[in-house]
């Protein structure tokens, strides 16, 4: 009797053991593609140093614009001796897809920002955020905008 209670124990233990294994076991394959249909990417993205002291951000986005929730600028005020340094932004200003465009969208887009500290070296990066979740954000490089310089000279015209 106790042979055969052993033996009902384990057999039961075994098919437990079988259906543990057999439910934990996924499907193995290679990972799904983006949806490359949702996605937008950046092109001709550059900022403009007003004279009134604001940037402003300019550029074109080609893709699925109906997927942009919102943009970022970041931004780094930096000394002249420290380009090579990392980029670590101290402000960052975001506009939102309808600030930016209003009701309609297109492939073009403008917003300007006003810096909390002034400078006359900036290094940049925008990123724009997907609406649908698990799509990646389009970034670009960091790049570097000057203060436009300005000539304080008078040129007093001499006479002959």
């Known amino acids: 009797m106790m042979k055969n209670l052993n033996m009902k ?69 930096v000394d002249e001796d420290c380009i090579g340094c990392p980029f670590v932004p101290a402000e960052k200003h975001s506009e939102t897809a309808q600030e930016v465009w209003g009701n309609g969208r297109s492939s073009q887009f403008s917003f300007s920002v006003y810096p909390h500290v002034e400078s006359n070296v900036y290094r940049w990066r925008l990123v724009v955020y997907n609406a649908v979740s698990g799509l990646t954000n389009a970034v670009t490089p960091v790049y570097k905008i000057n203060k436009p310089f300005e000539e304080a000279r008078d040129f007093v015209e001499i006479s002959k």
């Open 9 to 77: 124990t384990y057999s039961f233990l075994m098919v437990l053991c079988l259906f543990i294994l057999c439910a934990a076991c996924g499907k193995k394959g290679d990972p799904l593609p983006q949806k490359v249909d949702q996605l937008f990417h950046l092109q001709n993205v550059f900022v403009i140093y007003n004279p009134e002291g604001t940037l402003s951000v300019q550029g074109t986005i080609g893709g699925a614009i109906e997927n942009v929730q919102a943009f970022t600028l970041e931004l780094e005020a």
